[in-house]
């Protein structure tokens, strides 16, 4: 069985800061891995997802990832927000076998100062 | 991209109706669709997988026959929500997978449900 942690459930950043929100996993098996930004009362958007390959993803709206297997980590960064990335951000893994069955962390939110 | 629809985006009721959600893969077929409910300000739960012409599986903890899901073609899940009770007020995403895709789950704009 897998699972995810996401050790902070809120980081407050100035705008034009960097960011890095945290994700750990932790899979006996291969694992596919995900990030997900959820705005108020809205699904899911994927942000960028490590299935395979080079282990630096790069996603949407200048978000990046980097795999980092021996530490079981999926760190989401930015190098400088703005105050539309305000919103909440889920970390996700899955079984690489394919199952699609996701196991999500329980989220950070993520406020933009002016 | 793989778009995946949900409706209705927000729906009331009264305590003891029941509520009928629909999901929609748009623009491919979805072996398996996923259901999940967000409470507020929590992570998405796996509520229950549903495959196209089978009986769903549910999650530990899951009323099957509070939560009823129908998988009837490759483009619509169905989940109804029995007998619906204030309890059962939360927001419920939808997400299904391109048949012979990658891994990847497509998503729904989710559906927020309140029992009065």
């Keep these: 069985a897998q699972s995810v942690t996401q050790l902070d459930s809120q980081v407050p950043v100035f705008e034009e800061a960097p960011v890095e929100l945290r994700c750990n996993y932790s899979s006996s098996v291969s694992v596919y891995l995900f990030w997900y930004v959820q705005y108020p009362n809205q699904g899911l958007q994927l942000l960028l997802k490590y299935l395979s390959g080079s282990t630096l993803v790069k996603g949407i709206n200048g978000f990046e990832a980097e795999f980092n297997k021996s530490q079981t980590s999926f760190h989401l960064r930015k190098p400088s927000v703005h105050i539309s990335d305000t919103a909440e951000y889920f970390c996700a893994v899955s079984e690489a076998s394919g199952t699609y069955k996701y196991i999500f962390g329980t989220g950070t939110r993520l406020k933009v100062l002016a | ?116």
Aim: net charge neutral; hydrophobic share 35%.
């Design chain 2, 1 to 116: 991209g793989a778009v995946v629809s949900q409706h209705p985006s927000w729906v009331i009721c009264k305590s003891g109706t029941s509520v009928k959600i629909e999901c929609r893969s748009l623009d491919f077929q979805a072996t398996t669709m996923f259901w999940y409910r967000q409470f507020p300000k929590q992570s998405l739960m796996l509520m229950a997988t549903s495959n196209e012409g089978s009986k769903a599986t549910y999650e530990q903890g899951v009323e099957k026959d509070k939560f009823l899901i129908n998988h009837a073609s490759l483009t619509l899940s169905t989940l109804t929500v029995t007998s619906a009770h204030p309890e059962d007020s939360s927001f419920y995403i939808c997400s299904a997978n391109l048949a012979g895709g990658t891994g990847e789950l497509f998503f729904g704009e989710g559906s927020r449900l309140t029992v009065l």
